[in-house]
């Protein structure tokens, strides 16, 4: 039986600290603050649930009458009674909500932070080639026709290896659905490389001084569509033999121009490992240039969209050779090759240029693969913890030699 009032229970919450039963294991509870004054008032349930008494605030006094309490009160005792636990449901309806893909990402992208030393690479797909296409869809709506839309999409831009990656982080992401109990299939799960890029073969492009000549010499010649960054860039990507993110991330305090070196720092560095390079003269000459181009900027090459990122973006390289070439997908009109029979190649082809370049100036292969930063192998890379600093810094300055001409003419 019902002990409450509305106006007893108004009168209550004013002055009278307490708990004050209503029936049915429905309380008004006024607590005492630290000056033994009526606190805030609210609505408790007590119960019993496996042989264990239970409390479950049901909401303050002002956002809840006793006619809402009351209903609340017989809702959660029902449960009870058919063997669920009030507060264990109270508990699951706060927990975070996927209604979207995004918001599925958001959650799993929390995961790849602590999991992935570049989180930044699954992410940078998702934006770009997944979350336009599905991003806000709700989570348990998407189905295999999506995902193949996703991965065609990424094909007809000649993108085979990007969406091969798409196609894996999809895989992964729905996983992780399924994991949360989010969705009960993985959409993604049926397709193989087949249906996205293909198998990937390892390129072996490196390309010869005559075809250096060629690309530089071309770069040089269209100065609007290929900027004076990106030319910077590529030279010294070529002539240093670092890699591209290592270069369009570095910051200006990683340099002593003075000194001629770079300390490139362990957590910038693919291999793990920190490294000083040497720096020939050819390659100060180039940083003292971009000091200039940075003004105040802290990157070496800072972006020209901040709002987007601080530094050189991932793909504007690649992009940019890719115009040279006649290549510019999202575009009605296709821009005309500069390059004439000259044949395609990426950026990460002058990291492997510049190690065919030092292996054909007689550069020993410990020292070639250490200019690149990279560990080396087997025996010789367990015991062998000299860093070549020296001779690094004759195989640079030697293909720098080789070099000037065709990226610094004149």
Known sequence: ??????????????????????????????????????????????????????????????????????????????????????????????????????????????VNRNRLKHPQIPERVYRKDIAPHIGEYNVDQVTARDIRRVITAINDSGRPSISNDALMYCKQLFNHGIKLDVIGANPASAFHVDDAGGIEKSRDRALTIEELSQA?????????????????????????????????????????????????????????????????????????????????????????????RPHMGPDTLNRAICKMFGIETGKRTTPPNLMGDLEYFRVHDLRRTCRTLLASLGVPGHVAERCLNHKLKGVEGIYDRHDYFEERTEALALLAQRLRPIIAPG
Request: charged residues 25%; positive net charge.
């Open 216 to 308: 530089f010499e071309v770069f040089r010649a269209n100065p609007q569509s290929f900027t004076r960054d990106n030319y910077l860039a590529c030279s010294l990507l070529v002539l240093l033999g670092c890699r591209k993110s290592e270069l369009c991330e570095a910051k200006w305090k990683e340099f002593d121009l003075d000194k001629a070196v770079w300390e490139l720092p362990r957590e910038r560095s693919k291999s793990g490992v920190g490294l000083t390079i040497p720096l020939p003269d050819l390659a100060v000459e180039m940083f003292h240039e971009l000091q200039i181009r940075a003004v105040d900027s802290d990157y070496v090459f800072p972006s020209r969209r901040l709002a987007i």
């Open 1 to 110: 039986m019902a002990n409450l009032t509305a106006s007893k229970v108004a009168s209550l919450a004013k002055k009278t600290p307490g708990r004050f039963a209503d029936g049915g294991g429905l309380y008004f509870v006024v607590p005492t603050t630290t000056d033994k004054k009526p606190g805030q008032a609210y609505w408790m349930l007590r119960y019993s649930f496996n042989k264990k008494r239970r409390e479950l605030t049901l909401a303050k006094y002002t956002d809840m009458s006793l006619s809402e309490a009351r209903a609340q009160a017989a809702l959660k005792m029902a449960q009870v009674r058919e063997g669920q636990n009030p507060i264990a449901l109270k508990k699951q309806s706060q927990m975070q909500e996927f209604k979207t893909v995004n918001d599925l990402f958001e959650d799993w992208q929390q």
